[in-house]
């Protein structure tokens, strides 16, 4: 099993451009989790998914900010238009539906905003 | 959901020496996890402990759980420099719409000195 795959690893960009973050969960997983990382606010729980269908978004910062799930294997964050507080590294995770199961991570997408 | 609070923030330890680190939180939970962070890289789950458990073991980890003073602990022993990490607890209360939402505290940075 390939692990939770988030692509670009490295994304740079200037204020104001869209960005979009990918995640490819792990096979048969119901869980997709999105968190985001900085040195000032630690790891927030931006949004997750299960069975594809937006369960809690009340991580997600402003209306900038966007998540879908099209399907069981691939989901999405967009920052339309990005600033500089958006700098930050972009986690995904899944897990299964099971009480207690493990949060599987990517090894996540570190955005810059110039 | 519910957040944990690692303590301490910061640990410096040599190599071969114990590392002992602690998770507080406020409600009931039906499950604790702790999870490792090698720098630049995503959460690897460690070990989960129930709310029915005092203590688990896995390899060179011991957790113990006291429901009653609402905290546990994660203790590393023999440490290695390979140990060096941040160190993140997640209590969890599974049920409603925070079925498997997991969040983090700012975890504890351990550093294992050769």
């Known amino acids: 099993d390939a692990g939770v795959i988030q692509s670009p690893r490295h994304e740079v960009t200037e204020m104001g451009q869209e960005v979009t973050l990918r995640c490819k969960p792990i096979?048969?997983?119901?869980?997709l989790f999105w968190y985001r990382q900085t040195m000032m606010r630690g790891l927030e729980l931006l949004i997750y998914?299960?069975?594809?269908?937006?369960?809690?978004d009340s991580g997600m910062p402003e209306d900038r900010f966007s998540a879908k799930m099209p399907n069981a294997s691939f989901s999405t964050l967009k920052i339309q238009p990005s600033e500089p507080r958006d700098s930050a590294v972009y986690f995904c995770?899944?897990?299964?539906?099971?009480?207690?199961?493990?949060?599987?991570f990517g090894n996540g997408t570190r955005l810059t905003v110039t | 959901s519910q957040q944990g609070e690692e303590d301490p923030q910061a640990l410096s330890i040599q190599e071969g020496e114990n590392a002992t680190m602690n998770c507080s939180y406020k409600t009931s939970i039906n499950n604790l996890q702790w999870y490792r962070q090698n720098s630049g890289r995503g959460l690897v789950h460690l070990i989960l402990i129930r709310s029915n458990e005092r203590e688990k073991h896995s390899g060179r980890l011991r957790v113990t759980l006291d429901t009653s003073k609402k905290s546990s602990s994660l203790l590393i022993t023999a440490s290695r420099a390979a140990d060096t990490a941040s160190y993140f607890c997640a209590p969890s209360n599974a049920g409603g719409t925070s079925y498997g939402k997991l969040t983090f505290g700012q975890g504890t940075i351990l550093t294992v000195h050769p």
């Open positions: 096979s048969g997983h119901d869980y």
């Open positions: 998914f299960n069975n594809n269908v937006p369960i809690d």
């Open positions: 995770a899944s897990s299964l539906t099971q009480a207690g199961s493990p949060l599987h």
